[in-house]
């Protein structure tokens, strides 16, 4: 797998678990019902939006790549960039974006349908959350050549500050 879908992998469970926890943290702090039916719904939306935003940004920064690249190799003229060459970014991008939608929708279930199954104990689907953000952050550490603790630290801050956004905007509750 190439470090771009890799980062598509990661970034959409990452994405869906830090989404779903701003959604819904406030019924599962507050030991609402939440049916599998909801979940599952929640899940799906966080990851299309996910990947609709991957899809853009992804474009986007291949398409400034490669006009970089062209506006080097012809600095006369750099004009526009060929149709096929413009095909070739959106379908990577695209491929990035469906990986980026199917994790999203893994991040996300992993709060929300641990809920929905484990109504009972609330803060597990919120441990098993941050656990899996550490298991991210250790991931991202070791491969991007940085700090596996910071990157875990990180991450887990992160879903806390969304556990606690969401819990006070309550989208759910």
Do not use: C
């Not at 095909?87 to 469906?98: Q, R």
């Not at 919120?126 to 250790?138: E, K, R, V």
């Amino acid at each position: 797998m190439n470090s771009d879908l890799k980062f598509a992998f990661t970034i959409g469970t990452i994405d869906g678990i830090i989404t779903a926890l701003m959604i819904a943290s406030r019924a599962i702090l507050s030991n609402t019902q939440m049916s599998l039916s909801l979940s599952v719904r929640i899940a799906i939306g966080s990851s299309v939006v996910g990947a609709a935003s991957y899809l853009v940004a992804e474009y986007g920064k291949l398409r400034a790549e490669e006009r970089l690249i062209y506006k080097h190799l012809r600095p006369q003229g750099f004009g526009i960039v060929r149709r096929e060459v413009n095909i070739d970014l959106f379908a990577d991008a695209f491929k990035g974006g469906g990986i980026s939608m199917l994790m999203g929708f893994v991040g996300a279930s992993i709060p929300l349908i641990s809920y929905s199954l484990l109504n009972k104990t609330p803060y597990v689907s919120i441990a098993i959350s941050y656990a899996t953000l550490t298991t991210l952050g250790i991931v991202l550490g070791r491969k991007s050549g940085g700090s596996a603790m910071s990157w875990s630290v990180s991450l887990v801050i992160l879903g806390l500050l969304m556990t606690l956004l969401g819990y006070y905007v309550q989208v759910i509750s």
